[in-house]
Nanobody, 125 residues
Framework: QVQVVESGGGLVQTGGSLSLSCAAS????????MAWFRQAPGKEREFVAF????????NYADSVKGRFTISRDNAKNTVNLQMNSLKVEDTAVYYC??????????????????WGQGTQVTVSS
């Protein structure tokens, strides 16, 4: 079993920055791929970013590419999402997920068995 807890959400103005953190415990963190998803009100959950076990391979949704950066610290069992140049459309509940998705399923939420409770990010105009 893996426990996942997000933190760092909040309210920020357009163009601002926020950093989200995800702490994982239970099983060996470094063996898991980690991802961030988000869900805006009235919309389906969508993929945001992904990072493989060693932190070398990352991938991003087109909507956040160049603005968001995912990183991980396996010594601290944490994964971070640095969000810059935030837009109103980035407003959502952000979820951290852990799992072992196949390469073609990195973007698919159901490929991750472990999820945090979510943290709210609100970007005001």
């Amino acid at each position: 079993q893996v426990q996942v807890v997000e933190s760092g959400g909040g309210l920020v103005q357009t163009g601002g920055s926020l950093s989200l953190s995800c702490a994982a415990s239970g099983r060996t963190f470094r063996n898991f791929a980690m991802a961030w998803f988000r869900q805006a009100p009235g919309k389906e959950r969508e993929f945001v970013a992904f990072i493989r076990m060693r932190g070398v391979t990352t991938n991003y949704a087109d909507s956040v590419k160049g603005r968001f950066t995912i990183s991980r610290d396996n010594a601290k069992n944490t994964v971070n999402l640095q969000m810059n140049s935030l837009k109103v459309e980035d407003t959502a509940v952000y979820y951290c997920a852990a799992g072992h998705p196949d390469a073609t399923l990195e973007f698919v939420g159901s490929a991750y068995p472990y999820w945090g409770q979510g943290t709210q990010v609100t970007v005001s105009s």
